[in-house]
Nanobody, 124 residues
Framework: EVQLVESGGGSVQVGGSLKLSCAAS????????MAWSRQAPGKDLEWVSG????????NYGNFVKGRFTISRDNAKNMVYLQMTNLQREDTGMYYC?????????????????WGQGTQVTVQG
């Protein structure tokens, strides 16, 4: 059974930083690409970032503008999202996802499973 457990969310001031983590289990982690998405209150799920199985190909949603960095550690079955210069509009629930294949996912349609999410709130 695929399990994805996000952590690291919280409340920060505008301009602050957070690092989200996702612990994956139940599948061959280094055979799959991974992703992050988010959902703001009252809005649709939004693509944040994707990373291929090896960790050398990534992409980001247009709104990221160099502020976020996705990474993974295949030895630990972990994927991360480092977020800097957070803005109020970054507030929402952030989800970790397992892609359908090993190559870099390009959107929500490339993700097979999502975790339960971790809340990020940006104030100020």
């Amino acid at each position: 059974e695929v399990q994805l457990v996000e952590s690291g969310g919280g409340s920060v001031q505008v301009g602050g930083s957070l690092k989200l983590s996702c612990a994956a289990s139940g599948f061959n982690f280094d055979s799959y690409a991974m992703a992050w998405s988010r959902q703001a209150p009252g809005k649709d799920l939004e693509w944040v970032s994707g990373i291929n199985w090896k960790g050398d190909l990534v992409n980001y949603g247009n709104f990221v503008k160099g502020r976020f960095t996705i990474s993974r550690d295949n030895a630990k079955n972990m994927v991360y999202l480092q977020m800097t210069n957070l803005q109020r509009e970054d507030t929402g629930m952030y989800y970790c996802g397992k892609a359908t294949a090993s190559w870099r996912p390009d959107g929500l349609h490339d993700v097979a499973s999502w975790g339960q999410g971790t809340q990020v709130t940006v104030q100020g």
